[in-house]
């Protein structure tokens, strides 16, 4: 006899009797998708240019990607929002990034609507509709959604993925991690990866093998309910991760360069038709050096951080294959809707010379070809938190100009992949209609036969501002349905409009011909010589690539263009126009709990993120760690922050006293205790006390004396000529007890742990910090 089921709400359908016998029982219903209902899965690459991948015309090998798109769609006219949050707050909410309070980054946010960070309730997530759909709904990898003040232990957590409608998530909470040492969440709690490098461990296939259980463990119950899977990896973008034999199956096939490179993948994407036979190639840009006037060792130096990129690709599809072939084994590919894309273009953070140690920039300090042909080898390793010159960026954005963080197509044109075998006949064909990320959520929605909710958990919902591009599915000659698309980051603008784009770039065309670096603020006068004489037209019918400015030959469109950008602004909330970069830093923010003068610390706690922890730098500051020591005395650490790019620890080893300071990995400023430490129950303690003035422009922090005591009496002294000025670390938090990942010390083996009782950590940072705020806003910017 069939079960009465009702809607929750509606009237009890049953019979209420004195006795079981005489009533009728019936139950609330459960949300159940239509019968047949297919899965989604969103495959999200980061900081992947348009000329990255094999299908799209590089000489990178791509099979398991290049496979997609002969099994589907291939979009050529994908367009994003030029940075990371900002574009993932769109594909997951079907919103422009302003109506999703992420004009920026969420931890490069302003207290104005549009850019606060705080992404509304009122726009829904994918995720949040499927679920209340019947769905399962799976977040694996990157997040990079909650503002980085808010991801620690005290939360709040209703931003995380567990409070977006996921019911599953284990990835990274930040704009990027180590691949080899992650910052690792389950759920809502911080865990340790499963295995070390040592052991083989790697992030891309580890995040891999949690999808393929996600949806295993729900499957294996009830096979006919479908999935929602987005899965973030945090590939392509820095650090370039990967096995040495994984980027040494490209040696040499980078040594003609990037302007060799460019060439060579944009007459394959004319042979394979990504892109309109008569297109031209924009000029080579000033800011990238001529591949022939670089010295020998620099060719060499950059030809490596390429392959090592490469490899890393090569890698990332490899086993986006087998999350594929998985699929196909339990019978779930034909029926799995899979939208392929990457979060902005080829990123441009590794500066002219490239890096195997970012945290330097963050810090003013230089990397010279000279370290990085010491390192050439550890590339791609453990050792490293590389990123590649912006030559190959340029190089990697073919056929377009520039690169993320700008609204020119090098920064907001991407490749976008659809398969989705049951229902698209045609495969292998290239769509050229007009899209953007804001149309991922409509386009899934309308294939699904899923309406938009008017509310969700009693939220009334705003208009999804993207449009559905299903007809695009079976007609290459289906009328354009996205008409109109402003874009704005951090200054940089741009407006499309049906087949015509103006672009009003800032802080110019490039460094070079503006004079001007990243983050120069725009006055009101500035602005006003901007819309007056800054703005560039571009006619994409003819000029795919936006090689010929025609401006001044169509004034009136341009004007008219501009207004179209201002009524644009004014709807979706993107006023005030803030280039600021330095500045935003400074920004005073809503936390949880204002920053303290003393924190108590325990251990077995959750690491605590560079936006929470107690600030260190260029003040004085001290530890106080109580201990019991037991006989014969107990190794490791006390108190930790940083990685091996960068950090201190204060940590007892051969049950002697220590503390290291590590700055940048170019200098080990170490001071240790001569005696032996006594058992029992002590107070350990580190006092740091500036004997100088900073000079962070130059990358050097304040100098100063460290001394080390044992229940308040000192037992070593030693003196630190500088430190890090602006950053420890690009990953790891402060950890109690350990130094897990990435280990500050070479000396020891992560994670170190204090072997004697430690019952709590007291970290005093009263003093006054000095502050270099435009430094720190590039450390943010590059933790996209």
């Not at 099979?63 to 997609?68: F, V």
């Not at 894309?341 to 970012?358: C, I, L, M, R, W």
């Not at 991407?414 to 804001?438: N, Q, S």
Request: hydrophobic share 35%.
């Amino acid at each position: 006899m069939p079960l009465t089921e009702y809607r929750p709400g509606s009237p009890f359908p049953g019979i209420i009797g004195r006795t079981p016998d005489v009533s009728a029982p019936a139950w609330p219903q459960m949300a159940r998708p239509r019968e047949g209902a297919p899965n989604v899965l969103f495959i999200v690459l980061d900081d992947t240019g348009y000329g990255h991948l094999g299908c799209y015309g590089s000489p990178i090998r791509t099979p398991n990607i290049d496979a997609l798109a002969a099994d589907g769609l291939l979009y050529n006219n994908m367009h994003t929002t030029a940075l990371c949050s900002p574009s993932r707050s769109s594909m997951l909410t079907g919103r422009n990034h302003h109506s999703n309070h992420m004009g920026c980054l969420s931890n490069g946010s302003t207290g104005f609507p549009g850019t606060d960070g705080y992404m509304p309730f009122e726009n829904g997530m994918l995720s949040e509709i499927l679920k209340q759909a019947g769905y399962n709904t799976y977040c694996v990898g990157k997040w990079h959604l909650s503002p980085e003040e808010t991801n620690t232990a005290a939360g709040p957590y209703d931003r995380w993925p567990l409070g977006r409608g996921f019911e599953r998530f284990y990835g990274f909470l930040g704009g990027d991690t180590h691949q080899y040492y992650p910052e690792l969440v389950h759920d809502n709690h911080q865990v340790e990866a499963p295995a070390t490098p040592e052991q083989g461990y790697h992030l891309t296939p580890d995040l891999v093998e949690k999808a393929k259980a996600f949806i295993a463990d729900a499957k294996q119950i009830a096979p006919q309910k479908p999935f929602f899977c987005y899965f973030a990896l945090g590939a392509m973008h820095s650090p370039h991760h990967v096995p040495k034999e994984w980027a040494d199956r490209y040696r040499g096939a980078f040594d003609q360069g990037w302007q060799a490179y460019r060439e060579q993948v944009f007459a394959r994407q004319k042979t394979l038709g990504i892109v309109p036979p008569d297109t031209q190639l924009p000029a080579d840009d000033p800011d990238v050096q001529q591949w022939s006037a670089l010295s020998a060792d620099e060719r060499r130096l950059y030809a490596r951080m390429m392959e090592v990129f490469a490899g890393f690709l090569e890698h990332t599809d490899h086993y986006i294959g087998e999350l594929i072939a998985f699929l196909k084994k339990i019978g779930e590919y034909d029926n799995t809707l899979i939208m392929l894309v990457s979060d902005n273009g080829s990123s441009a953070e590794g500066g002219p010379t490239g890096s195997v140690n970012e945290c330097r920039f963050f810090n003013n300090v230089a990397d010279t070809v000279e370290d990085g042909l010491k390192h050439i080898e550890e590339i791609g390793g453990p050792t490293t938190f590389n990123h590649f010159p912006w030559g190959w960026t340029h190089a990697g954005n073919t056929p377009f100009r520039r690169w993320k963080r700008e609204t020119y197509r090098g920064g907001s044109s991407d490749p976008f992949i659809v398969t989705w075998p049951k229902r698209i006949e045609a495969k292998g064909e290239i769509r050229k209609h007009y899209c953007h990320l804001i149309d991922m959520v409509p386009t899934a929605l309308d294939a699904l036969g899923i309406e938009a909710p008017a509310s969700l958990r009693g939220v009334t919902q705003s208009q999804i501002d993207g449009v559905s591009l299903l007809s695009t599915f079976t007609d290459a000659a289906a009328p354009q349905v996205h008409l109109t698309q402003y874009f704005e980051m951090m200054g940089h603008r741009s407006i499309y409009h049906d087949g015509w784009r103006a672009v009003c770039p800032w802080p110019g065309t490039s460094f070079t011909e503006s004079g001007r670096s990243f983050g120069v603020e725009i006055t009101h006068d500035m602005l006003d010589e901007l819309d007056a004489h800054g703005w560039e037209l571009y006619h994409l019918d003819e000029d795919f690539a936006e090689a010929r400015n025609v401006a001044k030959d169509n004034p009136a469109r341009v004007v008219s263009m501009i207004a179209t950008w201002y009524v644009e602004a004014g709807k979706y909330h993107v006023l005030p126009i803030d280039s600021r970069g330095t500045q935003r830093i400074a920004l005073e923010r809503p936390r949880v709990a204002e920053n303290l003068n003393r924190y108590t610390l325990y251990p077995n706690t959750q690491g605590i993120v560079a936006a929470a922890a107690p600030k260190t730098l260029n003040r004085p500051h001290s530890f106080v760690a109580e201990v019991d020591i037991p006989d014969g005395g107990g190794d490791g650490v006390l108190l930790s922050f940083g990685g091996n790019d960068g950090g201190f620890t204060f940590y007892v080893q051969d049950n002697r006293l220590c503390y290291l300071h590590n700055y940048l990995a170019l200098d080990y400023f170490y001071v240790k205790a001569n005696d032996t430490l006594p058992s029992g129950r002590h107070l350990l303690g580190m006092q740091f006390e500036p004997t100088g003035k900073p000079d962070i422009k130059h990358g050097k922090g304040v100098p100063g004396r460290v001394t080390l005591l044992l229940d308040g009496e000192p037992i070593a002294k030693g003196e630190l000529p500088y430190t890090v000025p602006i950053r420890l670390g690009q990953g790891g938090a402060m950890l109690v007890g350990q130094d897990s990942g990435a280990p500050v010390n070479p000396e020891y083996e992560p994670p170190f742990r204090y072997a004697g009782q430690l019952e709590r950590v007291i970290v005093d940072v009263s003093g006054e910090a000095t502050v270099d705020q435009q430094a720190e806003m590039k450390a943010y910017l590059r933790k996209q």
